[in-house]
């Protein structure tokens, strides 16, 4: 069974930064695609970023620059580093994985809180 534990949420004044981990757990398989969802109060989750194992990257519109997605293979884990924080912003972070090929599956971390506030 897969697990992905998130950590790195917290209070960030406009304009700061914060680092967002996601450690998987499990068997992820080779081909993999890792990332983060956020979903702020009364609105849909919606896509923040998402990486593949073998490096593309996907991001929603509002990141604008402002959000960097990595990984490292070897651990298992998914890094959001993301800079120019507004309110907007504002939401809580779930880390996402889904394994292709011929187990697929999908898995959600449980929420790491995100709040941008002066």
């Known amino acids: 069974q897969v697990q992905l534990v998130e950590s790195g949420g917290g209070l960030v004044q406009p304009g700061g930064s914060l680092r967002l981990s996601c450690a998987a757990s499990?068997?992820?398989?080779?081909?993999?695609?890792m990332g983060w969802y956020r979903q702020a109060p009364g609105k849909q989750r919606e896509l923040v970023a998402t990486?593949?194992?073998?490096?593309?990257?996907n991001y929603g519109d509002f990141v604008k620059g402002r959000f960097t997605i990595s990984r490292d293979n070897a651990i298992k884990t998914a890094y959001l580093q993301m800079n120019d924080l507004k309110p907007d912003d504002t939401a809580v972070y779930f880390c996402y994985l889904r394994r292709l090929g011929l187990l697929p599956a999908s898995y959600w971390g449980q929420g790491t809180q995100v709040t941008v506030s002066s």
């Open positions: 990486k593949t194992a073998d490096g593309s990257t």
């Open positions: 499990g068997s992820i398989g080779n081909i993999n695609v």
